[in-house]
């Protein structure tokens, strides 16, 4: 299960896009993973997992905006 605050960030496993959060990814191989997370002006958000058969794994991060920049014009 993978979720995000705030939710609707695009989930990347291995580099390969399979939905936006929350998400729910059923008959996933077993092993060593790079989930990545990406939500237009946020931050990316990437962690290594281990997937484990017969276990629930569950990522819940929370997303950081990204620093605002400020033009003035005289």
Known sequence: ??????????VLVDGKSRGVTPLRLADFPTGRDEIELTLKNHKPWKQSVEIEDQKTTSLDPALTE??????ILI
């Open 1 to 10: 299960n993978v979720r995000s605050l705030p939710e609707g960030a695009q």
């Open 66 to 71: 990204e620093d605002g920049a400020l033009a």
